[in-house]
C-alpha cells in the first residue's frame, strides 16, 4: 500500500527537529544537552507502553538529531500512522513529544446531490480511494477528479464533485461523502466519416448508440468504436485505425459534432488448404503487427496441434505470404495425412527411469479402453518434456526421438531414448559455518554426494540455505552456491555461506485490534519476547491470525532495533464487518422427477435466511442464526463457533436445532444440542469430537413399528462421536485431483437415563485423478455399520443422487412387509465410480460423463454379503459452480428385482458424496 504520503511527513519532521537542532546556540549543543522526558501520543492520547518501545529514546540520553532520525525512520517503517510530527521544547533539558496519527481506512462511500448516473458506474471510475483502502487526503483529491472525470464521460463536462470525510478515529475507519453537481450535458448534433469503406460503416452505423439527438457520452462512443473496428476485422480489416479525430462544440444549442476518421490498413486474407480447419484457430494472430515469419511458425502450430489432436499425426503443413493492392493473402497447404489410431506407447532406451514412473513423472497416461487412444498433441510434446526431465536428474545430453510404428489396426508410438552420460556429486561442501550444524544444513538439499547434479539444484538449495538461515532467526545471511568439474564427470558443491545476526524479538506490538481480545491475538502468534525471530513462525502467526476470519488485513513488521540482534515485531490488523445476513430462495420436488417433462412434477418454493455476528465479545467467536424451509424440511439452527475451547487450542462448536423433516417411510420433529471440538493433528489430518443430544418425535410412520420405535415415543438419545479426517484433496468443491478419507465412531449410551444403546461406524474414501488432461476418473467408496437398538431415525438408509442412482431416494436396502417402504439397515456398502471427459476447450466448466455405482443396505451385519450388492449404470453431465458441479444424471437400474430398470433422473449441485 502506497505510504508516499507519510514517508513526506515523516521527512519533515525530521528535517523540522534539525532545523530546531541547528537553530540551537552551538554551546548548548556542545555543552551535552539532555533530554529531560520522552512523549509519544497518538491522536492526542498517551500510548500504550508496547508502542513507546518504538521510539529507543530514553530521559537522560544525550540530545542527538542522528537518535531521532533513527526514531522517525522506526516508526515510519511500521506502517501503522499516517503522520509523525516530533517537537522539542528546552535548552539544556529538552523535552521531546513525538505526535502520531494512525492510518485510516475507507468503510463508506456515498454520494449525494444531482447524481446522473448509477452509483455503481460512479465506483467503477474510483481508484484512489475504494472501500478498504488507506485514507489520506492527497487521496480524497485525487479521488475528486476521478469523479469528475466519470462524470465527463458521462457526458457531464461542467460537473463538480466535492468530497468529505467523516473519521471514526476509535475504528480506524472514514465514511467518504461526495457531494455532486452534474451540470449540463450536450447532444449529438452529426457523425461524420473521413476516410474508411462506406459500404462497412453503413452497416456498423446502425448497431452504434451514438446517434444524433442522443445525449452525447465518451464512454459509450468509446464502445461505439470498437462496434466500428469489430465490423470492420469482420469485414477482413483487422489492423483498422478508428479514432475521433475532431469534436465540435456548440453552446448555443448543447451540441456536438463528430468527425470520426478510419483508416482500414491492409486487408487480411487467409487461405487453409487440404484440410478442415477452422479460419479462426489462426486470424487472431494477425489482428496486430507481428514479425510475419513469426506469425506463420505460430500458426502452423496452432493447425499441427489441432489435427493431431483428431489423430492426424503425419500432418504437414507448408505456409506462403502473397501480397496484393492492399491485401495481404495468407496461405496455410495441409496435406493432414492419415487419421491414425494410437494403440499403445512405449519407451526405449530407459535404464535411469521405469516406465511407469517417466508416464507419471510428465502426466502421460496409460491408455483406457473407454475413452480412445492418446491425443496425438500430448505425443508430439512429450519430447521435450521428457528431455526436461533428464536433464533435471543429471543428463544434460538425452536425447529424445518419437517414432510411430504400425502395429496391427493402429500405431504404436515409440519413445526413443539416448539418455547419454550422467553427471554426479561427488561432494557437498559447506564453507564459513558455525551458527547452524552442517547436518541441519545438509537435510532438506537436493544436492547429494552421488546423487544428481545439474546447475539448477545448486540454485535452488542456496536459496533453501538462506530461508533455513531465516527460519533459524538468523538475519541477513548470504549463501553462493558454485560447482567445480571433475575429469569423470563427477563435481564437488561448495556453498560460500556468510553468516548473519542471530535476532531475538524484543517486543511485540498489536495495533489495530479495536474489538478484538489481546489473548485473542496472543494465542494465535507462535512467537513471544526473548524468542529468536523465526521467519516462518511469523508467516505462519500471520496465516493463524487471517484463519481467525476477523481481519480483512494482517500485517507482520520486523524492525530492527538499535541495539544489535534485536528487533520488533510489528503486528498490524483491519478488523472487518462484524455482521451478515443473507436470504435464499430456491426449487424443489416433492418426489424425484420420473421423466425428463419436470414441468409435470409438483415444484414449490425453498426458503432459507442466515444472520451471522462475527468477534462476539472480542474473542473471535462466531453466532450464528439459520433458519431453512420447504416441503420435506423445516429447521432453525443457533451455533457458537470459537477458535478455542476453553483456553484449549482446538477450535469449538456449540450448536441448538430444533427440525422437521419428511422421509419416505417416516417423518420427524427433533431437537437437540451438541457440542464439537476440532484440532488439526497433522498435515491435512482433523480430529473431531461431538457430544450430542437430541430427542426424536415421529409424528408418521409407514412401516410396522419395531420394538425400539413402539417402546420409545419419543426416543431421547446422547451419542459421544469421534471423527477422523483426511482431506489431500486440490479443492473441496470442485476437486480434480487428490484423496479424502473420513472415518466415524458414535457410541450412544443411556446417560440421564435416556433410551439410547447403539454403537455406529462409519467409513469414506474418495479418490480424484486426472488423465491425460482431459478426464478425470473419481471414485467413492463407504461402509457403515452398526450395533444394539437402533430406531428408524438413525439407522443407514440409501438411494438417490447422492448415494445409488438406479433408486429412489431411500429406496435401496430392505422393506416393509406391507406397506412396500424402506425401513433402513445396520450396514451399508457403496461404491461409485464416475468419468467425467472434458469435450470442449472454449467450455471447460463442462463435461460428459459415464457412472457405474454398486452397493445395498442391509438389515443386519450378518446380511452382508456382494452377492446382494444391485448395480446401476448411467451417463450425464456436469458443470462448474462455486459450490460444486451441476449435476443431471440418467441412470438404470441392472438388478431385475429392482421393480424396473428405469431410467431415472437426477438433478442436483455437489458431487457423489
Not at 257 to 275: C, F, K, Q, S, W
Not at 761 to 772: A, E
Request: hydrophobic fraction near 40%; glycine fraction near 10%; include cysteine.
Amino acid at each position: 500500500m502506497p505510504r508516499s504520503g507519510k514517508g513526506f511527513r515523516a521527512v519533515l519532521a525530521l528535517l523540522a527537529v534539525l532545523a530546531a537542532a541547528e537553530s540551537r546556540p552551538a554551546s548548548a549543543v556542545a555543552s551535552g544537552a539532555r533530554i529531560s522526558a520522552v512523549l509519544v501520543r497518538v491522536e492526542g492520547e498517551e500510548i500504550r507502553p508496547d508502542l513507546r518501545s518504538l521510539v529507543p529514546i530514553a530521559d537522560g540520553d544525550p540530545f542527538l538529531p542522528v537518535r531521532i532520525d533513527e526514531a522517525v525512520k522506526r516508526i515510519n517503517e511500521t506502517g501503522l500512522f499516517s503522520d509523525i510530527e516530533v517537537r522539542a521544547e528546552g535548552e539544556e533539558d529538552v523535552r521531546l513529544t513525538f505526535l502520531l496519527t494512525r492510518k485510516l481506512f475507507t468503510r463508506r462511500i456515498s454520494f449525494s446531490g444531482e447524481v446522473p448516473v448509477s452509483r455503481k458506474r460512479l465506483l467503477s471510475g474510483l481508484y484512489a480511494l475504494r472501500p478498504e483502502t488507506e485514507f489520506s487526503e492527497p487521496r480524497l483529491r485525487r479521488a475528486e477528479e476521478e469523479l469528475r472525470e466519470n462524470l465527463r464521460r458521462e457526458g457531464f463536462f461542467d460537473a463538480r464533485a466535492t468530497g468529505r470525510a467523516v473519521p471514526d478515529p476509535a475504528r480506524r475507519f472514514v465514511d467518504l461523502e461526495f457531494t455532486v453537481e452534474a451540470g449540463r450535458r450536450f447532444s449529438v448534433r452529426n457523425i461524420e466519416f473521413r476516410g474508411g469503406l462506406g459500404e462497412v460503416q453503413a452497416k456498423a452505423v446502425k448497431s452504434l448508440a451514438t446517434r444524433p439527438g442522443r445525449p452525447y457520452r465518451p464512454a459509450v462512443l468509446e464502445s461505439d468504436l470498437d462496434v466500428i473496428r469489430a465490423a470492420y476485422r469482420a469485414a477482413g480489416y483487422p489492423r483498422a485505425d478508428v479514432a475521433v479525430q475532431t469534436r465540435f462544440f456548440r453552446a448555443a444549442d448543447a451540441s456536438v459534432g463528430l468527425v470520426l476518421g478510419v483508416d482500414p490498413r491492409e486487408r487480411i486474407r487467409i487461405t487453409i488448404r487440404g484440410a478442415e480447419v477452422p479460419e479462426s484457430l489462426v486470424r487472431p494472430l494477425w489482428e496486430e503487427r507481428i514479425f510475419e515469419e513469426w506469425g506463420l511458425k505460430q500458426a502452423e502450430a496452432a493447425i499441427l496441434t489441432s489435427l493431431r489432436r483428431k489423430g492426424h499425426v503425419f500432418a504437414v503443413v507448408r505456409s506462403s505470404i502473397e501480397r496484393e493492392a492492399g491485401d495481404l493473402h495468407i496461405i496455410h497447404q495441409v496435406d493432414p495425412g492419415p487419421k491414425i489410431r494410437i494403440s499403445s506407447v512405449v519407451f526405449e532406451g530407459l535404464t535411469a527411469f521405469s516406465e511407469a514412473e517417466i508416464r507419471r513423472r510428465i502426466g502421460l497416461a496409460p491408455r483406457l479402453p473407454l475413452f480412445g487412444s492418446v491425443s496425438g498433441d500430448q505425443l508430439f510434446a512429450a519430447p521435450e518434456e521428457v528431455e526436461t526431465l533428464y536433464e533435471r536428474e543429471g543428463y544434460p545430453d538425452a536425447g529424445v526421438t518419437l517414432q510411430f510404428r504400425e502395429r496391427g489396426d493402429g500405431y504404436q508410438a515409440v519413445f526413443v531414448i539416448d539418455e547419454g552420460p550422467v553427471r554426479t556429486i561427488r561432494s557437498v561442501v559447506f564453507r564459513n559455518i558455525s551458527l547452524v550444524p552442517e547436518n541441519d544444513l545438509r537435510r532438506d538439499l537436493e544436492c547429494r554426494e552421488s546423487g544428481p547434479y545439474e546447475p539448477g539444484r545448486v540454485r535452488r538449495d542456496a536459496e533453501r540455505l538462506e530461508s533455513r538461515y531465516l527460519n533459524g532467526g538468523i538475519r541477513g545471511t548470504a549463501v553462493a552456491g558454485r560447482a567445480e568439474a571433475l575429469d569423470d564427470g563427477r563435481f564437488d558443491v561448495f556453498f560460500d555461506i556468510q553468516e548473519g545476526t542471530p535476532v531475538r524479538i524484543d517486543k511485540i506490538v498489536v495495533s489495530g485490534n479495536a474489538v478484538t481480545r489481546r489473548d485473542v491475538i496472543d494465542r494465535a502468534l507462535l512467537l513471544r519476547e526473548g524468542d529468536p525471530a523465526r521467519a516462518d513462525l511469523i508467516l505462519e502467526s500471520k496465516r493463524r491470525l487471517e484463519k481467525l476470519g476477523v481481519f480483512v488485513e494482517v500485517k507482520i513488521e520486523e524492525i530492527l532495533s538499535t541495539e544489535s540482534g534485536r528487533e520488533t515485531l510489528v503486528v498490524s490488523l483491519r478488523e472487518g464487518a462484524r455482521n451478515y445476513a443473507g436470504l435464499g430462495v430456491g426449487l424443489e420436488t416433492k418426489n424425484e422427477p420420473m421423466t425428463f417433462e419436470i414441468w409435470n412434477n409438483v415444484i414449490r418454493p425453498r426458503f432459507s435466511a442466515e444472520f451471522i455476528r462475527g468477534n462476539m465479545l472480542g474473542r473471535a467467536a462466531q453466532l450464528s442464526l439459520i433458519g431453512q424451509f420447504s416441503l420435506k424440511e423445516k429447521r432453525a439452527v443457533a451455533s457458537w463457533e470459537s477458535p478455542a475451547f476453553f483456553g484449549l487450542p482446538f477450535q469449538s462448536s456449540v450448536n441448538a436445532w430444533l427440525e422437521r423433516e419428511e422421509r419416505v417411510s417416516y417423518g420427524f420433529d427433533r431437537r437437540g444440542f451438541s457440542l464439537s471440538g476440532f484440532r488439526s493433528i497433522g498435515p491435512d489430518w482433523t480430529s473431531l469430537t461431538t457430544l450430542r443430544f437430541a430427542r426424536t418425535t415421529l409424528y408418521f410412520l409407514e412401516v410396522e413399528e419395531s420394538e425400539i420405535d413402539r417402546q420409545h415415543y419419543p426416543y431421547s438419545a446422547t451419542s459421544l462421536s469421534e471423527s477422523l479426517i483426511w482431506d489431500a484433496r486440490d479443492d473441496s468443491f470442485n476437486p480434480t485431483r487428490g484423496l479424502f478419507f473420513s472415518a466415524v465412531l458414535e457410541w450412544a449410551y443411556p446417560l440421564f437415563k435416556v433410551e439410547s444403546d447403539y454403537l455406529k461406524s462409519f467409513v469414506k474414501f474418495q479418490y480424484f485423478q486426472p488423465i491425460g488432461g482431459r478426464i478425470l476418473l473419481l471414485g467413492t467408496f463407504r461402509s457403515g455399520l452398526g450395533m444394539g437398538r437402533i430406531p428408524i431415525h438413525e439407522r443407514f438408509f440409501a438411494g438417490g443422487s447422492g448415494t445409488f442412482r438406479g433408486r429412489r431416494f431411500d429406496d435401496l436396502g430392505p422393506k416393509d412387509a406391507k406397506s412396500g417402504k424402506p425401513v433402513g439397515g445396520k450396514a451399508l456398502i457403496l461404491f461409485n465410480i464416475d468419468a467425467q471427459i472434458a469435450p470442449f476447450s472454449s467450455l471447460p466448466g463442462l463435461s460428459l460423463a459415464v457412472f457405474y455405482d454398486r452397493g445395498n443396505v442391509f438389515a443386519s451385519r450378518k446380511d452382508v454379503g456382494f452377492d446382494a450388492l444391485e448395480d446401476a449404470l448411467g451417463f450425464g453431465f456436469r458443470y462448474k459452480t462455486p459450490l460444486g458441479p451441476l449435476r443431471v444424471d440418467l441412470g438404470w437400474n441392472l438388478d431385475p428385482s429392482a421393480g424396473g430398470r428405469g431410467p431415472r433422473l437426477y438433478v442436483t449441485i455437489g458431487n457423489v458424496f
